[in-house]
């Protein structure tokens, strides 16, 4: 059912429904858009192109076409197209034909074109052209809209236009036109092509025009299949936009021009600066960490490339290398008990060169890590002598991974492994299921001094060829995501060629490029081509790998191959390096910085002073980085180190508790110059001037110094040493530890140990070829020693690495182990220089690098024949942390050597600082005559570690300063460079301490409650002005529960006084006294006396009485007064006087006073008085208040007059010598009848006067004693029955007549003429203290 009058492709809705004979059934709704057949093409017409071509041109239909999906286009000899209408036409059939054209033909912008092929020349065809949609395509009825029919004849034509004209730069004055053929030839071969250039679009600037015509020949296809013709365009106008066009030509004419679409600037890089100057201060007030760096702007033909400068890259770097380390881990699932335990390490440096170690243990210690890695590429025998030597000095360090196992850091110390290494390569030895493995980490990638290019290496190659030429085609590059290639390059592209490309990228500087031809074979298959060598000597560090179009690539033979190769340490499958290539290696401490296009000048700061850093300016523009300029005249600049700024904060104060010393407090400069402060100069002087200073060193923990121990070994006396050992022992911090065996002739250092030559000085040698014995130009007996090994200049040697071994020396004559082989250009004899060879590496058994003790890897013959004095020091576990430094002399006479070795680790003090000694047992040295040789050790310094040098310091250290005297202080910093200038205190200060003891502090009583102190100023008054005095009393002498009082107007000068008040009377106060000045109170001085009691004068004394002794003695009794006025009695005062009122006028005997020591007497007798005549008496006591109270005698008064005798004291008595006697004796009467001693005191009286004119004393009464009388009675109070008296003048007396055997208790009295005394019946001396009877036994009947 069609619906009619619709409108093309507009939506309409539809409702339908069905009905049958019982009615419409549901209505159903739908949607439809009605479409026609479209209408003719328009604009249809066709040109000639050739004699078998055609063009023909068409446009869309007028009115809608969205839905037209193709295009039919016909053409016939006859119009019409019957051909068509009743032959079999297609794309491609001869003479007539119909094409369906859709897709990408038709999906630009019209008109569309068609190109009809396989015509006659000469002949008129017709075309035609319908639009076809879906309706078209479905419609029973040929209902096809054709359009107007439009005719040609075939001709020959001149060329079409080239289809496109592109162009590339390539370089400064070149572009390469990439040029795609004209579509039609005009029916005849293409002869020429005019390519022109010109700044203008238009081509009409006569100034930039030119042209060339190259024939067809002379383009190259840019590939084998592609219509795309390569042309380069050079010696063109640096930065000059030009555009390019191109015409064909054939035997007609030229064809019609293309144009490229844009122009090409030929631009690069720009050049260099012309000039760059380094400005760095040699002095200023901070340290010296920058530099400036000015440059002036490229010039030159092409200074900006072509393109303006957009800005300026700063690099600057430093000279030296980084060491490579490189992390070596064993892990076990089993740790610390792994099932095997066992690996070794790979190392294969060069592409083909690969080399293992031995089993190595998963406890193996560092050391024996290090020796097998340093002895890498040695083998046993070699007549070549020329072994492999891949790995210098290394530092290996062990550490455990807990739980896991162990790790190995190996740092790369020699110049033979300077910058970034390949990876060790770890194998385990155990079976895959143990769970053991050995990984290898680069930690820090080694980098050479001043850095290393990057190499990297682009090979092309014909896989199943012999010839390079097999190859053909174009590659491009591309480099670190750069969005743009480089220009086409031939696989054959010069050296000359690829560089020029690659340094058009934006993103690459400038590179060098090498380039080899490759014919060899890989894998069994034959394979040539071509190999470029790419060194990048403008970017710096590591680099990406060059990235290749290969695309355009194609070979005559089985398959093409382009490789880039990176430059890294990729290792191949047998664990050597893949290729020739290297990484590249940033210089050390690299740095980049980019300033703006006007910036001339820039300063690089956070520089180290004293280091050396080199500079380069580069400018840079839209083509990228150009070359660099160093500065000029010279490359660096070392900034100078230079003396430190004063320290700070300078000030001076008292040292607390010293009289001499002062304490000076300083800080750090603010600027060390640049080098650590070793020290600091610290003077004081009493003017600001300086001019006699008295100063102290405080030196600082950089000023520190080590411990050097000097080790020698020697020879006999022209029998020098050969061979053998000894150890020493290490002594440090209360801890010891012995060295593995040390060989006689041991290097010193570690690196020494692969191998150090040194001339042998004094001496050459003539060297004949094939002759084992060299003759010395002098006696070398003293110079070389049996055993020694020795080279000769490497030139005259046919095997440069030989080594020969001395076997004999005598005067000049050296003979060798084995001949001396010359190389063909030496002449025979000839003279060279003679060198010793120490180290060297070896096998297992002979290697000189030093091992700690292992079974299998280093046997006891190793131990003691190899390393040096570092090694053997430092393999000591704990022992050292930041190890030795060693020197060494020559081999002296005797062939020994000796040895300083400087321990870097701090120095302690005293018995705890390193010792070093030869191990007790250990000297196995051997002479040439078998004698033993000698090793001896000496300590040639103490090193002292300082400590943190800026604070307060008491100075000065070893001098005195005078007290009380103000001094300055000004401290200078000390660096390596020299002295700060001085910063000198805000202000000075004295050295004081407290004051002395105050001097002559006496103490006097007051009253009976007061006490006075009187004193002065002390000595030393501390260097300060005294402020105040103290007096402190108390009743103790230790003066707990003192009490003080302050004195502090002292302003009245000396003698100070202080009353001290308020005490209590008699009680004794100590007291003393202290001075105080700003530093506080001084030591305190005791009063003299030491205390004193508050007192008065004395009471009267007790018990005088008053006796007469004789008849011119009277004689006086005292005692201790009641009251003594609270100060003790000194002396008591006896007067005597015939008047009552002691006021006669007369004089001695009759009328004075005698004073007594109080100590001493308790009486006293007066002698020479006149008998009858009465006298009175009085005593005083006397304290320090003076006299007391006196006290008058009991009688007041008496006379003089005879007295009966004392008593006989100091009685003796012994048995006598018969039986019934007793022998007695005793003393004449001391103290008189009235018992008080003439003077004295009981417990030691003294004797009596003695009479007018002599004589005995008158303890007799005055009168001669006439007798004795002894009694001797049974009883003690003289009862008894059993009595015995008798009489007798002497002082002794046998007594006869008594009971043997009994006991008799004795007495004896005196008498004269008076009549008799008191007995005395005790034995004491004066009888007056008594308490002892005197008995005694008669003397028994002997048995």
Known sequence: MYISGLSVLTKYYLHLKAVNSRGFGAVQTTTGVPLEIPAAPNSVSVISMSGSQLLAYFSPPSGVISDITQYTIQWDTNADFTHVANGSPSCSSVGYGSCELQGAAINVVPPFSYHINYLTIQTIYYVRVAARNAVSQVSSADTTRWSQVASAVTANQPPTAPVSVRTIVSGLQSLQ????????????????????????????????????????????????????????????????????????KNSIRFGGATTSAYSSTPAGKPSNPASVTLTTAKSQSTSITSTNVSWVAPSGSFPNGGSAITGYNIEWWEAGSVAEVQAIQFKSKNFPNPSNGQFNLRFGPKPGVVY???????QSNSFIIRSELMDLGYATTRDDFNYDNLIGDVSVSRSSLPGLGYQWLVTFNSELNQGNQVSLKGNSLASTSAGETVEVFEVVKGQRSFGLAEVQILQVLSLGSTDPLDLGGWFRLA????????????????????????????????????????????????????????????????????????????????????????GDNTLGED???????????????????????????????????????????????????????????VASTTLSKQAPQPPAAVSVGVHAGSSTALDVTFSAPLSDGGAQVLSYRVELDISTRFLNPIYTVIPCAAGSTHSVFQIKTAGLLNDPLVGGYYSLTLSRNRATFTTDPIPFDATATRSEEAGLLQLVTGTSASLSNHSAVVTATFAADKLIFPGDRLSFDHALQLHPQE???????????????????????????????????????????????????DSALCPPSRLQQSGSIQSKLESIPEALTLGVSVDRNPPDASNGIIYRVTF?????????????????????????????????????????????????HTVPADKALATGMYYFARVFAVNEIGYSLPQVSASSQKPQVVPGPPTSVALSVVSATE???????????????????????????????????????LSGGAPFFKTISGLATGVPVYVRVSAANSQGFGAWAASIPSSLNPYQSSGAPSSVLLRATSSSMLTVSFGYPLSDGGDVISKYRVEWDVAAGFNSLLALPNKGYVELDATLFASYTVSYLTAGQIYYF????????????????????????????????????????????????????????????????ATLPNDCPAAVGGGLPQSDGGVSISEYEVEANDQVDFSGFDSTTVTTTATSYNLAGLTPGRTYFIRVLARNAQGAGSYCAYSEPNCLVVSNHVQVVATPIAA
């Open 356 to 362: 293992s170690t031995g089993n190595l243990n998963y």
């Open 904 to 952: 870097l680790d701090a120095s302690l003090k005293g018995s705890l600082n390193f010792d070093l000694s030869v191990t007790a047992n250990s000297q196995q040295l051997v002479t040439a005559s078998g004698a033993a040789g000698t090793v001896t050790v000496t300590k040639l310094s103490d090193g002292v570690a300082y400590s943190n040098c800026v604070g307060t």
């Open 1011 to 1049: 006490l006075r102190v009187v004193f002065n100023p002390p000595a030393s008054d501390g260097g300060d002005a005294i402020s105040s005095y103290r007096v402190d009393y108390s009743i103790h002498s230790d003066f707990s529960g003192a009490q003080s009082q302050l004195l502090q107007h």
């Open 177 to 248: 036109v990439l040029i795609v053929q004209p579509v039609s030839n005009g029916g005849v071969p293409i002869t020429a092509y005019l390519i022109e250039w010109d700044a203008s679009a238009q081509f009409d600037d006569p100034t930039t025009y030119g042209s060339t015509t190259q024939l067809p020949a002379d383009l190259p296809l840019l590939q084998m299949s592609s219509t795309t013709l390569v042309y380069e365009l050079t010696g063109l106008t640096t930065g000059v936009s030009y555009y390019v066009r191109v015409s064909a």
């Open 1178 to 1241: 009085r005593v005083f006591a006397i304290n320090s208040a003076g006299l007391g109270t006196p006290a008058l005698a009991s009688p007041a008064s008496l006379a003089p007059s005879l007295q009966v005798p004392g008593r006989p004291h100091t009685i003796q008595a012994l048995p006598g010598l018969l039986a019934g006697t007793i022998t007695l004796s005793w003393q004449r009467p001391r103290v008189p009848a009235h018992g008080i001693p003439c003077s004295g005191i």
């Open 479 to 566: 480099f670190n995501g750069s969005q743009s290639l480089t220009a086409y390059l031939p696989v054959n592209a010069s050296e000359l060629q690829l560089k020029h490309a690659l340094e058009e990228l934006s993103t690459l500087r400038s590179v060098n490029v090498h380039k080899a031809t490759v014919q060899s074979s890989l894998q069994g298959l034959s394979v040539a081509g071509f190999q470029w060598t790419v060194t990048f000597l403008g970017d710096v560090g590591d680099q990406p790998a060059l990235q290749l179009d290969s695309s355009l690539l194609y070979t005559s033979k089985t398959a093409v191959q382009a490789t880039v190769f990176d």
């Open 803 to 853: 080594v020969f071994t001395v076997l004999t020396v005598l005067g000049t004559s050296i003979t060798l182990t084995s001949p001396v082989l010359l190389a063909p250009s030496s002449a025979s004899p000839v003279t060279s220089q003679v060198f010793r060879f120490s180290g060297g590496r070896g096998t297992t058994l002979s290697s000189k690098v030093a091992c700690t003790s």
């Open 575 to 633: 664990g050597s390096k893949l290729a020739d290539t290297y990484p590249g290696e940033a210089p050390k401490n690299y740095n980049i910085r980019s300033v703006g296009a006007d910036v001339r000048s820039f300063t690089i700061s956070g520089l180290v002073p004293g280091n050396t850093y080199y500079v380069a300016v580069s400018a840079v523009n839209a083509y990228g980085t150009g070359s660099r300029t160093l500065p000029s005249p």
